[in-house]
């Protein structure tokens, strides 16, 4: 055998097939052979493809259109979906030897643990309804005799946090004085961290409406002065900033504190910052929260409060660590947004606590409940970072499940992926090039299935062209043929029927009844637009109708106006 060559070729050469070239070219106008259309109907031209073969060389030509082009869309894109979950518990099941062992060990202590939190609760309750009573002017600050009372609920606070098993809890740095840092801010793990910094800094905290109602804690947190809001409401949000503006500017109110995240995660990631805390513009004091661990996982993320609860009392001891962080200031060389304000907080919190920032947020949560309770497999899979959404679209979290709720009736598969026959049968349309078109729109991976996420990233980028509300206005106006202020059914027929040439009755009918959304044989402006709304991609069946009636000069002037 011949001494091998550092010249010579690991391995030789192997003959090969001329090499298979593919080339695929997107064109906006497509071309029909048998009629001689212009630029404007070449919107409606349905031969897309053309192939060619050459000497074992295949070029594939696809003109695939993009049927929202006519309102300004340049096509879709859809970011990569993230791979983390900020709300995965991974702990979630017992298991292990040693939990079973530690299980069994700990329930009489468990038991005893149930009764001293039990104790202590009714303490403090009763505590704080002394602190309370006769007390009228709630907007003020609390007198100093009352506060004096609130400390037999603050001790209780602690003795609850023993009864879970935090005999000690390590700290790290100190809280800034209040009159230099009026706001605190904490990443928020569990519901642990608000009985601590209630027994630490006694603060005025930002929470949910829902809170009030929670028994015994209700009462409690009423006497923290507690600035409620609901996160789904711009009127709350505006007098929650108002009132922590207030709050944080007047020094005999004790200091606000803020969970900027919106809601638990597991402490492995920092998810996207509500801006209440950074609106008024004062300092603010960044404390992080870490629960070490190494056979439970404390955090209260996919994970109920009973069963979250019950681990805690059959621990031996849960690790608690707290670090105050330097005060982050607002920039005073130049005015500094609210935005960038947030930002430089997380980014502290982000690198103290060694996690990465994402931007998911509490709406995340309520599309990953909505999958949870649909029994979807991968329900993780259906959270889209909708921090970026609202960002890139302007759309809601409650619209963001709206979107997921007329997903899941599409059948995904267990990869929670929905197929073409599946995606037509919801938006009650038929197998046809402008059904394919819209389908190709979605699939921007072209794998012949679409992901919730490519569905709300298509959906909203509808909404938002700058001509979508234009069209709807102009599509309702072309239907009522007859004078009316509504819609027949003949009618939705006869401006969908460009677009959908072999529609039959029944398949009119259906799409008649998705309009008609109070079912009267009617179909309102308000039901048309309703509609619209929650199915935006089907304003493409007008857009035929809408090009053939001369209508096309109309929005080009209204998007020269928007441009």
């Known amino acids: 055998m011949a001494d091998p060559d550092l010249s010579s070729p690991l391995l030789p050469s192997q003959p090969s ?21 212009n630029n404007r109907e070449s919107c409606i031209n349905h031969n897309r493809q053309n192939s060619h073969h050459n000497n074992g060389n295949s070029i594939i030509v696809s003109s695939r259109e993009n049927p929202y082009e006519f309102l300004g869309s340049k096509g879709l894109e859809v970011c990569g979906s993230s791979t983390v979950d900020p709300f995965l518990n991974k702990t979630g099941r017992i298991e292990g030897l040693y939990e079973w062992f530690k299980l069994v060990v700990c329930l009489p202590i468990a038991a005893v643990r149930l009764v001293l939190f039990g104790v202590c609760l009714l303490i403090g309750f009763l505590a704080t309804k002394v602190a309370l009573y006769g007390w009228k002017d709630k907007q003020s600050p609390m007198p100093v005799w009352r ?16 009864s879970f098993g935090y005999h000690w809890i390590r700290r790290k740095g100190k809280p800034a004085p209040r009159e230099i840092a009026p706001i605190v801010v904490s990443n928020h793990v569990s519901y642990i961290e608000p009985i601590f910094y209630f027994y630490e800094l006694f603060p005025t905290i930002v929470a949910a ?4 109602s929670i028994p015994f804690v209700g009462t409690i947190i009423r006497a923290m002065q507690v600035i409620y809001v609901n996160r789904f409401s711009p009127p709350s949000r505006k007098h929650a900033v108002n009132e922590i503006k207030r709050k944080a ?58 069963k979250l609860m019950f681990r805690m009392f059959t ?17 005073t060389n130049h005015k500094e947004s609210a935005v960038h304000f947030a930002k430089r907080t997380s980014h502290a919190l982000a690198t103290g606590l060694n996690v990465i ?14 999958a949870i309770e649909s029994k979807q497999e991968k329900p993780s899979s259906y959270m889209v970072e909708m921090a970026k959404v609202q960002s890139l679209f302007h759309i809601s979290s409650l619209e963001a499940v709206d979107f997921l709720d007329k997903f899941l009736l599409m059948n995904p598969n267990p990869s929670g992926c929905v197929k073409f026959h599946d995606f037509l049968k919801v938006l009650r349309l038929k197998a046809c090039t402008l059904s394919e078109e819209i389908f190709s729109f979605i699939d921007v991976e072209k794998s012949g299935t679409i992901t919730f996420k490519q569905f709300l990233f298509g959906s909203a980028h509808v909404m938002k062209l700058p001509l979508f509300r234009q069209a709807c206005e102009l599509a309702f106006a072309e239907c009522k043929t007859g004078g009316n202020d509504y819609i027949l059914e003949h009618e939705l027929e006869n401006l969908i029927r460009p677009a959908i040439p072999d529609l039959n009755a029944d398949e009119v009918h259906e799409l008649f009844n998705l309009f008609d959304s109070d079912s009267d044989g009617e179909i309102s402006k308000d039901d048309f637009n309703t509609c619209l709304r929650k199915n935006p991609l089907l304003i493409a069946l007008f857009i035929p109708c809408l090009l053939q009636k001369g209508l096309p000069e109309t929005c080009d002037r209204m998007l020269e106006e928007v441009v």
């Open 209 to 212: 409406e829902s809170h009030d």
């Open 249 to 306: 500017s007047c020094d005999r109110f004790p200091r606000v504190l803020l969970f900027p995240e919106g809601t638990t995660t597991n402490g492995r990631i920092l998810m996207s910052f509500q801006l209440g805390a950074f609106l008024p513009g004062y300092p603010i004091q960044p404390v992080i929260v870490r629960y070490p661990h190494v056979h439970f996982d404390q955090s209260w993320g996919n994970i109920s409060l009973a």
């Open 17 to 37: 097939d001329p090499p298979h070239l593919i080339l695929t070219v997107h064109d906006s106008v497509s071309h029909n052979n048998n009629n001689n259309s």
């Open 147 to 162: 506060s004096r009372i609130m400390w037999i609920t603050r001790i209780s606070a602690r003795c609850i946090l023993f």
């Open 315 to 331: 621990q031996f001891h849960n690790f608690m660590e707290v670090e105050y962080l330097p005060v982050v200031s607002p920039l």
């Open 357 to 370: 920032q994402t931007s998911h947020s509490y709406g995340d949560l309520m599309l990953l409940m909505k």
